[in-house]
């Protein structure tokens, strides 16, 4: 069972300039593709700070935002929306770049 299912938790994402790839702002302030090493802000206050931290961060990046995460007991964390876990998931990216070597 999941620790917070209101949505409450969230972490800052963007997309990496250089790649494309999916990103998260960890807690030294640094874009890694790692979910599992993003910082989580806890309530509102902090979320708004890790935002603008995130945009203090972007000029690897593209448009920073927030996605809204859940914990479980174990402490791994997961996107909320769909969308989201597509996102972290890589797949689509995967997806894309391999066709685009398979017709380079």
Known sequence: ???????????ASAN?????MVVF????????ERLDRADIARNKQV????LERARAESFTVVD???VAVIEDEEGRIEPLSLREKIR???LTFA???AEAVRYA
């Open 64 to 66: 920073p935002f927030l």
């Open 47 to 50: 979320a708004d700070i890790l």
């Open 25 to 32: 702002l960890d807690a030294a302030g640094q874009w890694t």
């Open 88 to 90: 972290a998931s890589g």
């Open 16 to 20: 990496r300039l250089a790649d494309g």
């Open 95 to 97: 997806a894309i770049a």
């Open 1 to 11: 069972m999941a620790k917070n299912l209101s949505g409450d938790l969230q972490v």
